[in-house]
């Protein structure tokens, strides 16, 4: 009978091991204990890389500002007058207010800027990255500056990215618009580009019209414009720029 007592008691020893052991496997098992504390996977990402192509004859484009946003902000508004970050860019070539305009505003998810001024036939590539998840909401503007002219921009506003997978691509071209900030005078102080070398952004806006519209083009010297420090080759006709939105990631 004492035999058969310590035998039992030995089972029963035995067996709570197991239980303890089997209770950390379990805990294991269900992402508990230290294993709870790995940090979550990292957010999947998207990319896409946007190609800019001047098209013009003599017009370089400023280097270029490009926006991932919700349709919330828009860069420019047909009939409505520029912002001053675009009025900067518009007048001056300078991209820097536009972008930073965007600083700490909700639907946001991506700026970046170009390297350097296009020149005609020349091209550049920009990528944007954001949260793959907010792909559906994300639209991509992108802007930039005649700079042979008073304040001629081109660009395209909230291109939709909802339906875009990895590898598709979209083809724009877009038009050439007057931001409205400066009267068109076409004169070498009034110019930033290097058909002038003049003035680049100035506070004082002094196109009554004060609105963003289709831009009339340039008259130049030939067609009677006696003031303006153009010429033909400074003319360009619409389309002005090629714009490729491709998702890469």
């Known amino acids: 009978m004492i035999f058969n007592t310590h035998k039992s008691v030995r089972l029963l020893a035995v067996t709570g091991v197991a239980l303890v052991a089997a209770a950390c496997d ?9 294993a709870g504390n790995n940090p979550p996977p ?13 098209l013009t004859n003599a017009q370089p484009l400023s280097p270029i500002a490009v926006i991932a946003h919700q349709d919330t902000f828009p860069v420019f508004e047909i009939g409505q007058p520029a912002s001053v970050g675009l009025e900067t ?13 965007t600083n700490g505003l909700a639907g946001i998810g991506d700026t970046a800027s170009g390297a350097a001024p296009i020149g ?9 990255t954001f949260d793959e998840t907010a792909q559906d909401l994300m639209t991509i503007s992108v802007s930039t ?10 660009g395209v506003n909230a291109v939709p990215l909802a339906d875009m997978q990895v590898g598709d691509n979209v083809m724009l071209y877009s038009i050439a618009y007057d931001a409205g900030t400066e009267a068109n005078t076409e004169a070498a102080a009034h110019i930033p580009g290097p058909a ?11 196109d009554l019209a004060d ?21 033909g080759q400074h003319r360009f006709d619409n389309p002005v720029a ?5 998702r890469t990631n």
């Not at 990292?42 to 001047?54: H, I």
């Open 120 to 128: 005609p036939a020349g091209s550049e590539t920009i990528s944007v």
């Open 145 to 154: 500056m005649l700079v042979n002219t008073n304040d001629a921009i081109t």
């Open 196 to 206: 002038g070398g003049g003035e680049g952004f100035n506070a004082a806006r002094d």
């Open 89 to 101: 860019l518009a007048e001056g070539g300078d991209n820097t207010a536009l972008l930073a305009e």
């Open 42 to 54: 990292p957010a999947a990402m998207a990319t896409f890389e946007v190609t800019v192509t001047n």
């Open 211 to 231: 609105r963003v519209a289709m831009h009339p083009g340039v008259v130049g010297q030939e067609d009677g414009f006696a003031t303006s420090d153009l010429s």
């Open 242 to 246: 090629q714009i490729t939105i491709e």
């Open 26 to 34: 379990s805990s294991n098992n269900n992402g508990g204990g230290m």
